[in-house]
């Protein structure tokens, strides 16, 4: 029997009589996974309702308390490992390679930082000479609500989750909603370490109940991952109530390679930052410029090393490219494929979708290469989201930085070079908010994570986080009587 699932509020399901449904797929195979019931405004208002009732006991219990639920939780991720990563597999078509050995570490990760973290959110002292001094205060914002892409979604859900709750806010996620099942996992989770009821509820849905969140009078902040225009359209329809919005939208960042490069280290990059995830990753590395002394050796070894990559069913370990999202998204992959090879790119490796066995069912498209890239061809211009990687000659550091910025995007960018002085200089002329020096797609959680220009603003993870998850509240203090001139 196929599962119904509902909302999660004040820690428990919240079935709706009547609720329009959808069915969430596999999409490795097209199974249906579970019916989800669609939040309404009733739902809406039930979840901003609990949360600001738990709100408030949670914000004066010591960062400590808090903290601890946070650890608890982590241990629980750590321990339901290969169960979680399983249904994310299900419900993303990602292998099981890359949801065992990152989606739920990283989850985990994240909470055990801000748990530890959470005893040290503290404002400052400020002297303010003889007759007074001041102190700042950081207080929780209250009621957050965040949305979530579909890529990475339990990742996604603990990136927003564990700030929010380590400064004492409570949190409503909407999950995108062709992954909604590990989100509800976590909430069992949390409820499990102790987390009070109402700090961590669910409601899914689509556009509608994403406006309806960011809408919502009493929702004090937002924090969207997601797309460009859904990043606009949110920020517009949160200044209706002016509230503070952070986004984690998308990308079309550079992966520079040098002549003095580790070619073995800057193939191995370019292909993370391409490959993994099939592509589907908000910061990849979709523009690789390679110097012109050694862009024969670069483009033979990774077009070798490409050719070699198994694309299988996502539960079989040995798989390392599994399914795209759904239909409509490789539709859209293949379209960019297809502009590709009729814009004059030269096609190197890949360029179909697979369709052979089982694969037919699903939605499988082949690690692709385009060469001899112009920075006008379209595929160099639009994010992809998918296994598509683009390689450009250059010829001088000038030049490449110029080409590398010409981009309204601003998340990601790398440098693979074996001269620390030139590798920093030019790290500094990059417009992005998350750099790598000869690596990619790395992202510790102790790194803040987040784009310049339009790949939104706010940050994740680091210490950063606690900017964007708390307010400050400054506060004078006289030692001496009050002077007046009346
Ligand atoms: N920078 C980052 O951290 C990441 C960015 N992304 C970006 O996300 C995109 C792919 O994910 P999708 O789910 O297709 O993005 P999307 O923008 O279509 O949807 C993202 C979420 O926003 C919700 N939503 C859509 N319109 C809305 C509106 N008007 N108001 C409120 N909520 C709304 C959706 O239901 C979903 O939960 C890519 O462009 C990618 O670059 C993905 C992962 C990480």
Not at 85 to 110: F, H, M, N, Y
Not at 227 to 232: A, D, E, I, M, R
């Amino acid at each position: 029997m196929i599962a119904r699932r509902a909302a999660f509020i004040a820690g428990t399901a919240w079935p709706q009589a009547g609720a329009e449904t959808f069915e969430d797929r596999n999409p490795a195979t097209g199974d249906v996974l579970a019916v989800v019931e669609v939040a309404n405004s009733d739902i809406v208002d039930r979840a901003v309702e609990a949360a600001g009732e738990a709100q408030a006991s949670w914000a004066a219990a010591t960062g400590a308390e808090r903290g601890r639920v946070l650890l608890r939780a982590a241990a629980l991720l750590r321990a339901r490992l290969k169960d979680l990563a399983r249904i994310e597999t299900l419900d993303t078509g990602r292998p099981i390679q890359e949801t065992e050995a990152v989606d739920i570490v990283s989850g985990a990760e994240c909470l055990e930082y801000f748990g530890g973290l959470a005893a040290t959110i503290a404002g400052e002292f400020v002297d303010l000479g003889k007759t007074a001094f001041g102190y700042t205060r950081r207080e929780p914002i209250g009621v957050v609500a965040a949305i979530g892409a579909w890529n990475y979604p339990l990742q996604i859900a603990c990136w927003k989750a564990a700030p929010a709750l380590a400064c004492g806010n409570a949190i409503i996620f909407k999950p995108a909603p062709q992954t909604p099942l590990t989100a509800l996992e976590l909430a069992a989770i949390f409820k499990e370490a102790g987390l009070p009821d109402g700090l961590f509820n669910v409601v899914n849905g689509f556009t509608e109940t994403g406006r309806l969140l960011v809408l919502h009078p009493k929702i004090r902040k937002i924090s969207l991952t997601g797309s460009v225009p859904t990043g606009k359209a949110v920020a517009m329809a949160a200044a209706a109530t002016l509230k503070r919005v952070s986004l984690e939208l998308g990308g079309k960042s550079p992966l520079i390679v040098c002549e003095d490069a580790d070619i073995d280290s800057a193939v191995s990059g370019a292909m993370l930052g391409n490959f993994y995830s099939a592509g589907e990753i908000c910061s990849n590395g979709t523009r690789v410029f390679v110097h012109r002394r050694v862009y024969d050796r670069f483009l033979d070894a990774v077009k070798t090393r490409t050719q070699r990559l198994t694309i299988g069913d996502p539960l079989d370990p040995r798989t390392q490219i599994g399914s795209l999202i759904s239909p409509e998204h490789m539709d859209k992959v293949l379209s960019h494929i297809e502009a590709g090879k009729m814009g004059g790119a030269e096609l190197v490796a890949g360029g179909n979708r697979r369709m052979d066995g089982a694969l037919g069912r699903g939605c499988f498209v082949e690690p692709t290469i385009f060469a001899q890239c112009s920075d006008a061809m379209p595929i160099a211009q639009e994010e992809i989201f998918g296994p598509v990687m683009a390689v450009f000659e250059f010829d001088t550091e000038d030049e490449v930085i110029a080409r590398a910025n010409a981009t309204p995007y601003g998340l990601s960018a790398a440098v693979f070079t074996r001269d620390l002085a030139r590798a920093h200089r030019m790290i500094a002329r990059l417009e992005a908010g998350t750099c790598w020096i000869n690596h990619y797609n790395v992202t510790p959680i102790e790194l803040p994570f987040g784009g310049m220009k339009q790949s939104g603003y706010g940050r994740e993870n680091g210490r950063a986080a606690i900017e964007h998850y708390t307010d400050v509240k400054s506060v004078y203090v006289a030692l001496a009587p009050v002077e007046s001139p009346y």
